[in-house]
T-cell receptor, first 114, second 115 residues
Framework: AQTVTQSQPEMSVQEAETVTLSCTYDTSENNYYLFWYKQPPSRQMILVIRQEAYKQQNATENRFSVNFQKAAKSFSLKISDSQLGDTAMYFCAFMLFHDYKLSFGAGTTVTVRA | SAVISQKPSRDICQRGTSLTIQCQVDSQVTMMFWYRQQPGQSLTLIATANQGSEATYESGFVIDKFPISRPNLTFSTLTVSNMSPEDSSIYLC????????????FGSGTRLTVV
């Protein structure tokens, strides 16, 4: 079974600054997908960014970027120019290439301070 | 991306009763997924619902407690039966977004409180 670990329960960042969330995972497989989801107080789960394991280039979506280190099994999320609307719980998730089940980490609560 | 309408958004229920949660998708999807998110916790997959067959339950979840219906390719229900306070959670449905690996779209969740 795949496990996803998010070691930071809470993070706080000043508006306009940068914050990095860590995520590690454990798998013996070579092909898989990684995701970061955001869950604001509204409860809606929103896909922030995704990464295919076979791609070496790190994914970027506007102010969100990842640092994917396959050998280290690490998948960190960087939020640049933080905005108040980024306040949410962030979940790292893993899915095997030919599977459909998402395995989620425990989540990191991010608070952006004005 | 698919759009999911999930109802109810919240409910407060008496212990021993049952609650049925509905999810309607604006497009046909093969699989629908039901998750539980206990207070302050991560998401745990309850079961996968396929149209025309019985749902597939994950370890720790049983059909008698969480019966699921999937009458067509755009709709599913999850029932939480014989509720106890331990069932107080957020329940979310989800569908695959596009092709495999694109990610998943989630409903807005049902916050259930059992008193």
């Amino acid at each position: 079974a795949q496990t996803v670990t998010q070691s930071q329960p809470e993070m706080s960042v000043q508006e306009a600054e940068t914050v990095t969330l860590s995520c590690t995972y454990d798998t013996s497989e070579n092909n898989y997908y990684l995701f970061w989801y955001k869950q604001p107080p509204s409860r809606q789960m929103i896909l922030v960014i995704r990464q295919e394991a076979y791609k070496q280039q790190n994914a970027t979506e506007n102010r969100f970027s990842v640092n994917f280190q396959k050998a280290a099994k690490s998948f960190s999320l960087k939020i640049s120019d933080s905005q108040l609307g980024d306040t949410a719980m962030y979940f790292c998730a893993f899915m095997l290439f030919h599977d459909y089940k998402l395995s989620f980490g425990a989540g990191t609560t991010v608070t952006v301070r004005a | 991306s698919a759009v999911i309408s999930q109802k109810p958004s919240r409910d407060i229920c008496q212990r021993g009763t049952s609650l049925t949660i509905q999810c309607q998708v604006d497009s046909q999807v093969t699989m629908m997924f039901w998750y539980r998110q206990q207070p302050g916790q991560s998401l745990t997959l309850i079961a996968t619902a396929n149209q025309g067959s019985e749902a597939t339950y994950e370890s720790g979840f049983v059909i008698d407690k969480f019966p699921i219906s999937r009458p067509n390719l755009t709709f599913s229900t999850l029932t939480v039966s014989n509720m106890s306070p331990e069932d107080s959670s957020i329940y979310l449905c989800s569908v695959e977004d596009g092709v495999q690996g694109d990610g998943y779209t989630f409903g807005s969740g049902t916050r259930l409180t059992v008193v």
